[in-house]
Structures are given as structure tokens and as C-alpha cells.
T-cell receptor, first 120, second 116 residues
């Protein structure tokens, strides 16, 4: 079974609008971390945002926010006020078995990604 | 350098040859990862090193693939008897794994391998 599922291979959004990229995950661990990365056409991997399973508040970083619904095992990325430069592949990833109060050992498992295209 | 450094950036080889890909992580990062990304696809986990612990090799696709990390720093990924399906971008990443840190991965620019 896939650990990380991103069901949207491609998405289009109009410039200045908000967009939600879906991510669901599968784990039996109580302690885990969820990450989102952006990969522009240049190929570099850019870290966007992190959510720990014990974090009570949804993570936010500038125009990025993570809609974390633990019971549904979903960690959707919301990008507000889309810009042309947001056009890229977006990957959701999970690390299992993190310690409750920090600690961050273990590998990251990535989803297959969503290609976001922002239209002018 | 300040970031993760990988070499070579591009490698073209003939089927059946061995190749070595090198990764120099960010200084002080104790964890090092190798991933493979085929064209237009996601990242496939290969291997993970954490300090002096035994590496997690669960993602290596066959015994033709091996990796080592010397002195807790530089890592080499070796692919023996390359096959055309090995063609991909091989990404290396490192992270700082301390209490309180999120442990996000910092990626290199990748080594693009083409097997003819």
C-alpha cells in the first residue's frame, strides 16, 4: 500500500487565486511528520512547510498553509494568492516514528507529486 | 560549500558499465539520503544513513546498487552493470537530526544518469 497518496496528477489555477493540493497518508505510528516540497522545472527541491503529528495548530509559512486533518489522515497544502512562479511539481512526504518532542530521525517517503500550473 | 554537492552532474554510460555517484552533504548534517527520480515521476527512496547506525537499505532496487558513507560525511552510490532502466536523476539530501528540529531534507542538484 502506498504511504503517501497525491490524487491530483495536474492542477490549474488562475493567478491570484488560492489552490489546494491534496495529500493523504497511511501510517500506524502515533508520531510522524509531514512535509511539502516544491520542484520547479529547474529540478531543485525546495522545502515549503512541515507539520508534526502532535502539533495542534495547522502549520503556516507565508502564503503556504497546511490543512492537517489527523482523523482523516490528510495533509493538504493550501497556496494563497497564486503567482506565476508557483508553477511547479509539489510533493508531499512523511517521516514515521519521530519523537514526540522533537527529534527527526528516519527517512522521508514521498508521494508521486502534483503538477501545478498557474495561468495568467 | 554551503549546500549539498553532487558529482557528476551528468553521466552518460554504456549498458553493463559500473558508475559511481558522489554526494558531499552539508557540514554537520548527520543524516544522508539517496533518492532516484525517473523522468516526470516522484522520488523513490534508495538508502538512508544516520550517524554511525547501520544504514536503511530497504529502498535499494537490486544488489547491483550499493552505497557507503565514509567518515560520516561524503557518500558514494555505486551502480554495477548498469541497465537502461537505471537512467534517472539521482538525488542526494542531508538533514540535521536534533531534538526540536523538523529535520527537513536539503537536496543537492542531482546527478543525471543516462545508460545507453
Amino acid at each position: 500500500a502506498q504511504k503517501i497518496t497525491q490524487t491530483q496528477p495536474g492542477m490549474f489555477v488562475q493567478e491570484k487565486e488560492a489552490v489546494t493540493l491534496d495529500c493523504t497518508y497511511d501510517t500506524s505510528d502515533q508520531s510522524y511528520g509531514l512535509f511539502w516540497y516544491k520542484q520547479p522545472s529547474s529540478g531543485e527541491m525546495i522545502f515549503l512547510i512541515y507539520q508534526g503529528s502532535y502539533d495542534e495548530q495547522n502549520a503556516t509559512e507565508g502564503r503556504y498553509s497546511l490543512n492537517f486533518q489527523k482523523a482523516r489522515k490528510s495533509a493538504n497544502l493550501v497556496i494563497s494568492a497564486s503567482q506565476l512562479g508557483d508553477s511547479a511539481m509539489y510533493f508531499c512526504a512523511m517521516r514515521e516514528g519521530i519523537f514526540r518532542y522533537g527529534g527527526s530521525q528516519g527517512n522521508l517517503i514521498f508521494g508521486k507529486g502534483t503538477k501545478l500550473s498557474v495561468k495568467p | 560549500g554551503a549546500g549539498v554537492s553532487q558529482s557528476p552532474s551528468n553521466k552518460v554510460t554504456e549498458k553493463g558499465k559500473d558508475v559511481e555517484l558522489r554526494c558531499d552533504p552539508i557540514s554537520g548534517h548527520t543524516a544522508l539520503y539517496w533518492y532516484r527520480q525517473s523522468l516526470g515521476q516522484g522520488l523513490e527512496f534508495l538508502i538512508y544513513f544516520q550517524g554511525n547506525s547501520a544504514p536503511d537499505k530497504s529502498g535499494l532496487p537490486s544488489d547491483r546498487f550499493s552505497a557507503e558513507r565514509t567518515g560520516g560525511s561524503v557518500s558514494t552510490l555505486t551502480i554495477q552493470r548498469t541497465q537502461q532502466e537505471d537512467s534517472a536523476v539521482y538525488l542526494c539530501a542531508s538533514s540535521l537530526q536534533l531534538a526540536g528540529a523538523t529535520g527537513e531534507l536539503f537536496f543537492g542538484e542531482g546527478s543525471r544518469l543516462t545508460v545507453l
